[in-house]
């Protein structure tokens, strides 16, 4: 295997155009990291949501119970 660039220098710079295929490895690895993350912060905010709904469903039972109970006859 022969390296292509005589170094590393060479290398990024690449006949002028590394600026530009960095900058495309720049982009791409970002929206990897986005893909990636983006449904994992999903999920979490989908949870707290659900743990929010599930208290205000128990508050709500627990009110229910406390009028049914006050409703009833001694």
Same mark, same amino acid.
């Given at each position: 295997?022969?390296?292509?660039?005589?170094?590393?220098?060479?290398?990024?710079?690449?006949?002028?155009?590394?600026?530009?295929?960095?900058?495309?490895?720049?982009?791409?690895? =970002?929206?990897?990291?986005?893909?990636?993350? /983006?449904?994992?912060?999903? +999920? !979490? #905010? =989908?949870?707290?949501?659900?743990?929010?709904? /599930?208290?205000?469903?128990? +508050? !709500? #039972?627990?009110?229910?119970?406390?009028?049914?109970?006050?409703?009833?006859?001694?």
């Amino acid at each position: 295997m022969q390296f292509q660039f005589e170094s590393l220098a060479a290398f990024l710079h690449m006949d002028g155009h590394g600026p530009f295929v960095w900058a495309a490895y720049g982009v791409t690895f =970002l929206a990897l990291a986005a893909m990636a993350l /983006q449904p994992r912060l999903q +999920r !979490r #905010r =989908l949870k707290k949501e659900l743990e929010r709904q /599930q208290r205000i469903e128990a +508050r !709500r #039972r627990a009110v229910e119970g406390r009028q049914s109970k006050a409703a009833e006859p001694a």
